[in-house]
């Protein structure tokens, strides 16, 4: 044959990329279609679980620069409307950084120290209070219709402490994630508010230089994907902030009126509980509702019960709708197991994590799914956190 006759060979990136070659042998030929198409999903399923466990293991080794890093990204996602409005009315940057940055550290610092003034000022009083009722509630299991024996009662507190300390360290945990010394958590708080200044002051410059590691062909879609994930995030936070801040002035100014004690610390740990979605909201209306049962008795837990329920139901339905001007759906199995599955990986951090992350990822992979960067069309898909436009009225 002549050279001119001869199909050239072409390199291995070719051959990848042509379909027509396909590598067979006699036993594939002979396997059942269903059983050939497990097992495609099957070892690339493997595939992906162990990079996502060598990545969950990169973070854990790295907790350290991890954790202050999505610290600063949640807070520049809270602070971002308002230092963009700043920005928008021509207020220089170094200025809206340093308002910004003050206003939220004098907010944190305001909060912690009324909740501290409270809590030194009445918790001898809750505490004698607390002793008493569980005294009276024990007497009542062994005089009641229960019957109950002390011993049967000692071992049923056994048992409910136990499981307490077992979920007790489970949190703490990974609430210690940051540092298990004072100077690992301040090393981590000072590095949060480095990384917030540096994001704030060019954010944009940064989001280039993470470009420029993709290459050429995949920038504008790693661009698209990872804008779109920003907007989700700061929707997240937004909404987060609004209900954080309905919950806690609800909850904190009901206890207040029904006499219920420690209203300041409850209100602050309704703020920050509600960071984490619809668990963060149960766990410290339970708080609110114990305080109420062992210091107020029952009736007045009862009124602070319904106090709890209203006030997430008008946050949830009636104020949050009127003041964002959109209904925000949140799919409550998927952001339940998702808050559970960051406690049991990485405790308070992981819950706290859990859901924007998730949200996250995916919008990330529906629009790269879709290939929103070459249409232009805005993702759609059902999301984990979507923001749906609320219908407007036609006045006639």
Known sequence: MSGSDEKPRGSLFDALRDRSRVVSTELSGSMPRGLRIATAYSWRFLVVAAAIGVAVWLVIQLKLLVIPLLIAILVSALLYPWFTWMLRHRVPRWIAIVVSVVSTLAI?????????????????????????????????????????????????????????????????????????????????????????????????????WVLRLFPKRARPAADGAGRAGWVTVVNYARTQLLVATIDAIGIGLGAFLLGVPLAIPVAVLVFLGAFVPFVGAVVTGAVAVFLALVYNGPWIALWMLIVVLGVQQLEGHVLQPLLMGSAVKVHPLAVVLVVAGGAMIAGIPGALFAVPLAAFVNVVAVYLGQRAWETGVRPSGDLIWSTVPRPRRIRP
């Open 108 to 208: 944190v610092t305001g909060l912690l120290w009324l909740a501290v003034w409270q809590i030194t000022r009445q918790w001898s009083t809750v505490q004698d209070r607390t002793v008493d009722a569980i005294g009276q509630f024990r007497q009542y299991l062994i005089d009641g219709p229960l019957h109950l024996s002390a011993e049967q009662i000692d071992d049923l507190l056994a048992q409910g402490w136990s499981f307490l300390q077992e979920q007790a360290e489970l949190l703490w945990s990974g609430a210690l994630a940051i540092g298990s010394t004072v100077g690992h958590v301040v090393t981590g708080t000072l590095l949060a508010i480095f990384i917030l200044l540096c994001l704030l002051a060019d954010g944009a410059g940064i989001w280039r």
